[in-house]
């Protein structure tokens, strides 16, 4: 499965009891289907110092979710939406783009290759 959510993303809780709320992704785990978001699924961890770092205590911190259980959240058209990839020809360049399912709008530019035109004779 094509990884359609990405760092930086702004997403919205789909499922369980803190559906609803947003976060920006801080991490995506690819080889689990997993991302960290900010301020969702948060866990106590007790963690050690580590000298001039961080003092030994508990934290809260965010334990990673399933990608399924969240949504991105267009920065376009501002609703949840499914991501699609298209890709477009334009100039010599062949582009690949998220797009949101819903406004059709392209989010971001994710592959750009250019395409060697050979003259013809
Ligand atoms: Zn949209």
Redesign the pocket.
Same mark, same amino acid.
């Given at each position: 499965m094509a990884n359609k959510i990405k760092k930086g993303d702004t997403v919205v809780v789909l499922r369980g009891k803190e559906k609803g709320k947003v976060g920006e992704v801080l991490r995506v785990i690819r080889e689990e289907n997993r991302v960290v978001v900010k301020g969702i699924n948060l866990v106590k961890k007790h963690l050690r110092e580590i000298p001039n770092v961080r003092e030994g205590g508990i934290y809260e911190i965010e334990a990673p979710i399933h990608v399924s259980n969240v949504m991105l959240l !267009?920065p =376009? !058209?501002e =609703?949840p939406?499914r991501v699609g990839i298209r890709t477009v020809i334009e100039k010599d360049n062949l582009r690949k783009y998220r797009f !949101?399912k =819903? !406004?059709n709008?392209n989010i971001d530019l994710i592959r750009e290759k250019v395409i060697k035109v050979r003259a013809e004779r």
């Open positions: !267009c =376009k !058209c =609703k939406t !949101c =819903k !406004c709008e």
